[in-house]
């Protein structure tokens, strides 16, 4: 395995859609990719969990692009399967190269060595993160206002456990900006999960990039039967569109 590594072809662990033209907005996709370093193979998983929740956030990439669009925004969004590793936890967190996930063992994740586990968060974690942290010193270095907005999906069951939810509001110690967002969601006439289906607990991005920051941010989470055609992305990313300048400008007229 260690050769394999050493040998593995140049990797890429994120890429860039639209541009920054001076918004308050940034992107940024933590689970939106499916690719596997070659050497991996198909990580001893069967096409379909790879292509399933536990290996992607079904959807989020296409609601990414059209937003990004729409909103003349940049997003950074990570490639790689979370099943590689999962570039919203921390190095070193128990879940963030999984053996196990929603019942599915993941075989090419079982006992692996150290010096295994520093090359995926050195070739994918962390160059993903590091343009995070570019693109957030280049804003800061301009005076410009940023609203960091994390964009995941989940999965419609979990644990034959059905979730109502549409769509979610996730937050962790600042919840000015989220709440604001939760009010506008709810007008929708949505079912909209207030911190639910998860909370921010063992999350990575948003603590790191927005929290030690003090940047308003939201965490927003999509549910994914919604979202798995082009139609249905584009359509939520319709609404984001409308819903996210509404609420900057509500943050601005509270909090600056």
């Known amino acids: 395995m260690c050769q394999q ?28 990719g499916r690719k596997i370093p070659s050497f991996l193979a198909d990580l001893g998983v069967s096409e379909a969990a790879r292509s399933s929740h536990i290996g992607v956030d079904i959807g989020i990439d296409g609601v990414g692009k059209f937003l990004a669009k729409k909103l003349s925004s940049l997003l950074i969004e990570q ?20 053996e196990v996930s929603d019942g599915v063992v993941i075989v090419a994740n079982q006992n692996l060595s ?3 586990r520093i090359w995926r968060e050195q070739t994918i974690l962390h160059p993903y993160h590091a343009r995070i942290t570019q ?21 419609p069951i979990m644990g034959g456990v059905a979730r109502p939810w549409q769509v979610g509001v996730l937050y962790n110690r600042d919840t000015r900006f989220s709440t604001i967002m939760l009010q506008l ?13 998860y909370k921010l607990t063992n999350d990575y991005t948003i603590p790191l990039h927005a929290e030690k920051r003090a940047l308003p941010y939201l965490e927003i989470e ?8 082009v139609e249905g992305q584009e359509e939520w990313a319709q609404r984001l569109s409308r819903l996210l300048p509404l609420a900057w400008q509500a943050f601005q007229n509270i909090y600056m």
């Not at 969601?185 to 289906?197: M, R």
Request: hydrophobic share 35%; with cysteine.
């Open 222 to 229: 999509i549910r994914q039967d919604l979202i798995t055609s």
């Open 135 to 155: 693109e957030l010193d280049k804003r800061q270095q301009r005076c410009q206002p940023t609203v960091l907005i994390a964009l995941h999906s989940f999965t």
């Open 5 to 32: 590594i050493k040998y593995e072809e140049s990797i890429q662990s994120f890429r860039l859609y639209g541009e920054d033209t001076g918004g308050p907005f940034l992107f940024v996709s933590d689970h939106a």
């Open 79 to 98: 490639i790689y399967s979370r099943l590689v590793i999962d570039c919203n936890r921390a190095p070193g967190h128990p879940t963030s190269i999984v």
């Open 114 to 116: 150290h010096e295994e």
């Open 185 to 197: 969601l709810q007008a929708e006439s949505l079912i909209v999960g207030d911190n639910e289906p």
